[in-house]
Nanobody, 122 residues
Framework: QVQLEESGGGLVQAGGSLRLSCAAS????????MGWFRQGPGKEREFVAA????????HYADSVKGRFTISLDNDKNMVYLQMNKLKPEDTAVYYC???????????????WGPGTEVTVSS
């Protein structure tokens, strides 16, 4: 099983950038579909981005397409989420997650990190 831990959250002004990191241990990230999800105040957890384990593609939520980029570093066993042009509505706790399936449904992800908080001020 893989263990995950996020870092890189913080406070940023609207229009700014942050890069979130997810350190994986136990198994290589290339063995999993790796995803990023977020949960804003008073909201349900939602999909942000995912890189499919079978190299079939990378998927993004419409709300972040063109602004966020997910990437993997197999040598370091890391997953990243580069977030540009941040908006106040991006404020949320961001979670890294792993799935054995080609999916972006959070119910199919069975390994989760504890989350890292991102606050975007207007």
């Amino acid at each position: 099983q893989v263990q995950l831990e996020e870092s890189g959250g913080g406070l940023v002004q609207a229009g700014g950038s942050l890069r979130l990191s997810c350190a994986a241990s136990g198994r290589t990230v290339s063995s999993y579909t790796m995803g990023w999800f977020r949960q804003g105040p008073g909201k349900e957890r939602e999909f942000v981005a995912a890189n499919m384990w079978d190299r079939s593609g990378i998927h993004y939520a419409d709300s972040v397409k063109g602004r966020f980029t997910i990437s993997l570093d197999n040598d370091k066993n890391m997953v990243y989420l580069q977030m540009n042009k941040l908006k106040p509505e991006d404020t949320a706790v961001y979670y890294c997650a792993a799935s054995r399936w080609t999916t972006h449904d959070p119910i199919d992800f069975d390994r989760w990190g504890p989350g890292t908080e991102v606050t975007v001020s207007s």
